[in-house]
């Protein structure tokens, strides 16, 4: 079987270009990334979902090669540039995959744009409540280092990631050093949005059939994963073995496989 070759394009909008990848024909499936991550996450996971439908990863507003928000930053702001990247498509109705931050913004676009939602799938993607909110206050950023002249800020970052990732990929390590370098003057503007969006009041909101995703070695959101499909009426649950917070680039078979067992 000959590989299915994945196209760059950007797509106009009212606000700036976004950034996005494509693959494969079909129903349109639109993979969302985590943050300070861009389409890449998903560089792997794109040839496999192209052999069944038309998936597309975009880069989230903010990050990638996406345009720069003017504002603050915020899970609302990205999700309407979602909306923005499927008005620009002619794309009426999409299945939404988001991995961490990028599930986080498919909640809000299920939820505030129901129609536009076929189906919902949320990867590792953690149930911030007012609880984990008040924790979250304390938590130091992770990915947020001063920079040094002699660049030993690369080696701080990458030892920070280090403990989430498997020890024998430092392949994966460098692709998130690469895309964080891109937005480095901001690089946390994910991360502080997902701390103060109230998502306990939005989840409830979704009516697509939604698949809640996650790694079992995902100390983020593998315990935060009853929660969230409790509270998302008719969900159901899948579980990756050995998944990691980078389970997307980790495991690229295995989950394509759990996302098109779902989508049908």
Same mark, same amino acid.
């Given at each position: 079987?000959?590989?299915?070759?994945?196209?760059?394009?950007?797509?106009?909008?009212?606000?700036?270009?976004?950034?996005?990848?494509?693959?494969?024909?079909?129903?349109?499936?639109?993979?969302?990334?985590?943050? /300070?991550?861009?389409?890449?996450?998903?560089?792997?996971?794109? /040839?496999?979902?192209?052999?069944?439908?038309?998936?597309?990863?975009?880069?989230?507003?903010?990050?990638?090669?996406?345009?720069?928000?003017?504002?603050?930053?915020?899970?609302?702001?990205?999700?309407?540039?979602?909306?923005?990247?499927?008005?620009?498509?002619?794309?009426?109705?999409?299945?939404?995959?988001?991995?961490?931050?990028?599930? *986080?913004?498919? *909640?809000?676009?299920?939820?505030?744009?129901?129609?536009?939602?076929?189906?919902?799938?949320?990867?590792?993607?953690?149930?911030?409540?007012?609880?984990?909110?008040?924790?979250?206050?304390?938590?130091?950023?992770?990915?947020?280092?001063?920079?040094?002249?002699?660049?030993?800020?690369?080696?701080?970052?990458?030892?920070? !990631?280090?403990?989430?990732?498997?020890?024998?990929?430092?392949?994966?390590?460098? !692709?998130?050093?690469?895309?964080?370098?891109?937005?480095?003057?901001?690089?946390?503007?994910?991360?502080?949005?997902?701390?103060?969006?109230?998502?306990?009041? !939005?989840?409830?909101?979704?009516?697509? /059939?939604?698949?809640?995703?996650?790694?079992?070695?995902?100390?983020?959101?593998?315990?935060?994963?009853?929660?969230?499909?409790?509270?998302?009426?008719?969900?159901?649950?899948?579980?990756?073995?050995?998944?990691? *917070?980078?389970?997307?680039?980790?495991?690229?078979?295995?989950?394509?496989?759990?996302?098109?067992?779902?989508?049908?």
């Amino acid at each position: 079987m000959s590989p299915i070759p994945i196209r760059l394009n950007y797509a106009d909008t009212p606000e700036g270009q976004i950034h996005y990848a494509e693959a494969g024909q079909g129903k349109p499936v639109l993979l969302l990334h985590q943050t /300070p991550r861009s389409w890449d996450e998903y560089r792997d996971v794109l /040839p496999i979902l192209g052999r069944k439908v038309h998936v597309l990863a975009m880069d989230t507003i903010g990050f990638g090669d996406s345009y720069r928000l003017k504002g603050v930053a915020s899970i609302e702001v990205f999700a309407r540039g979602v909306i923005q990247l499927m008005d620009a498509l002619r794309i009426r109705q999409a299945s939404i995959v988001g991995h961490h931050t990028g599930g *986080v913004v498919a *909640v809000e676009v299920a939820a505030a744009y129901p129609d536009r939602v076929e189906k919902l799938v949320l990867s590792s993607t953690p149930y911030v409540d007012a609880e984990d909110r008040e924790r979250r206050k304390t938590r130091p950023p992770i990915d947020e280092v001063e920079e040094k002249p002699d660049g030993s800020h690369l080696t701080e970052l990458w030892r920070r !990631r280090m403990p989430f990732y498997p020890k024998s990929r430092p392949d994966l390590l460098r !692709r998130f050093v690469l895309d964080a370098l891109k937005v480095w003057d901001d690089v946390e503007a994910g991360h502080r949005a997902v701390n103060t969006y109230r998502m306990e009041e !939005r989840v409830p909101l979704i009516k697509a /059939p939604t698949l809640v995703l996650a790694g079992t070695e995902d100390p983020f959101s593998y315990p935060r994963m009853k929660p969230l499909s409790e509270h998302i009426p008719g969900s159901k649950t899948a579980e990756i073995q050995g998944g990691m *917070v980078p389970m997307v680039d980790q495991m690229p078979e295995e989950f394509a496989k759990a996302v098109m067992d779902f989508l049908g």
